[in-house]
């Protein structure tokens, strides 16, 4: 399976741990996006990378929030001092440069703060 | 500010019949729409687009309808299969240098009865 995929799919943490996600995009897709989706709601746009470069970032992405993508290949997405308010779906999209604007979505992780 | 409305949370039609999906729109600069099918667990899945220079696009079962004036779109499916029972997410994004980032509805649960 050549899709976009996300490790690890839940993860469950203490309030105030430090918690970090992994997306590995479609190999060749140099652009790609962070979501958050909570209940009830359709994923909301965190940030955007193309190749390594961070060039947006959401006013949703508060300073605890860090993502990176070192060589513009897989990226990660690092929570500082979760709050029960991070509890989210985290996901990830890519899509080729050059490409429509059809993002590939993959499984997303589950993130649950107690 | 919801940019993207999905009015309707729930919808029920019986196997066979055409299922509608409404979507309404308030950014003017939006001008690429897409719709989004996910099951429980997974991350959304790409069904079908439409720009904006274009009133409908079908794909199989499925026709995407775009009314500007009106800033609305809907989703046809027809006929409709138990397959097809899910969240149906409307999303739109703007030319924005590269940027396609995408704005999502709330979403709309599908339900098709045998």
């Known amino acids: 399976d050549t899709g976009v995929s996300q490790d690890p799919r839940h993860k469950i943490t203490k309030r105030g741990q430090n918690v970090t996600f992994r997306c590995d995009p479609i190999s060749e897709h140099n652009r790609l996006y962070w979501y958050r989706q909570t209940l009830g709601q359709g994923p909301e746009f965190l940030t955007y990378f193309q190749n390594e470069a961070q060039l947006e970032k959401s006013r949703l992405l508060s300073d605890r929030f860090s993502a990176e993508r070192p060589k513009g290949s897989f990226s990660t997405l690092e929570i500082q001092r979760t709050e029960q308010g991070d509890s989210a779906m985290y996901l990830c999209?890519?899509?080729?440069?050059?490409?429509?604007?059809?993002?590939?979505f993959g499984p997303g992780t589950r993130l649950t703060v107690l | 500010d919801q940019q993207v409305k999905q009015n309707s949370p729930s919808l029920s039609v019986q196997e066979g019949r055409i299922s509608i999906l409404n979507c309404d729109y308030t950014?003017?600069?939006?001008?690429?729409f897409l719709w989004y099918k996910k099951y429980p667990a997974e991350g959304p899945t790409f069904l079908i687009s439409?720009?904006?220079?274009?009133d409908k696009n079908e794909d199989g079962r499925f026709t995407v309808f775009l009314n500007k004036s009106a800033k609305h779109l809907s989703l046809h499916i027809v006929p409709s299969q138990p397959g097809d029972s899910a969240v149906y997410f409307c999303a739109a994004s703007e030319e924005n240098f590269g940027n396609e980032k995408l704005t999502f509805g709330t979403g709309t649960r599908l339900t098709i009865i045998p």
């Open positions: 999209a890519s899509i080729p440069s050059g490409g429509a604007n059809e993002q590939f």
């Open positions: 950014n003017s600069m939006f001008d690429y």
């Open positions: 439409i720009s904006s220079i274009k």
